[in-house]
């Protein structure tokens, strides 16, 4: 298991820009794809991006792809989600998960952080 911690959420106006981070401490950073999901109030978390441990293979949920980039560091052991032109329904607790590159379930999640953006 590893443990992840995000960080970078906050209040954005609709057509603005945030970069969420999400640090990785525990195990070999690269035994392990990455990947980003969101919950907004009253609603199934969901997929947002992910990202294989070489950087490469990148998947967007089709509600924001061109608009949102996973990136990864593996020598700062950070994956980061760069999401511009947000709109409203961009609002919900974004998650960093981390999956065994040869396991297909995330089982390490990270706390969240809060997404809020106004019209």
């Known amino acids: 298991q590893v443990q992840l911690v995000e960080s970078g959420g906050g209040l954005a106006q609709a057509g603005g820009s945030l970069r969420l981070s999400c640090a990785v401490s525990g195990r070999t950073f690269s035994s392990y794809a990455l990947g980003w999901f969101r919950q907004a109030p009253g609603k199934e978390r969901e997929f947002v991006a992910a990202i294989n441990w070489f950087g490469g293979g990148n998947r967007y949920a089709s509600s924001v792809k061109d608009r949102f980039t996973i990136s990864r560091d593996n020598a700062k052991n950070t994956v980061y989600l760069q999401m511009n032109s947000l709109k409203p329904e961009d609002t919900a607790v974004y998650y960093c998960?981390?999956?065994?590159?040869?396991?297909?379930?995330?089982?390490?999640w990270g706390q969240g952080t809060q997404v809020t953006v106004s019209s």
């Open positions: 998960a981390a999956r065994k590159n040869d396991e297909t379930d995330y089982k390490s």
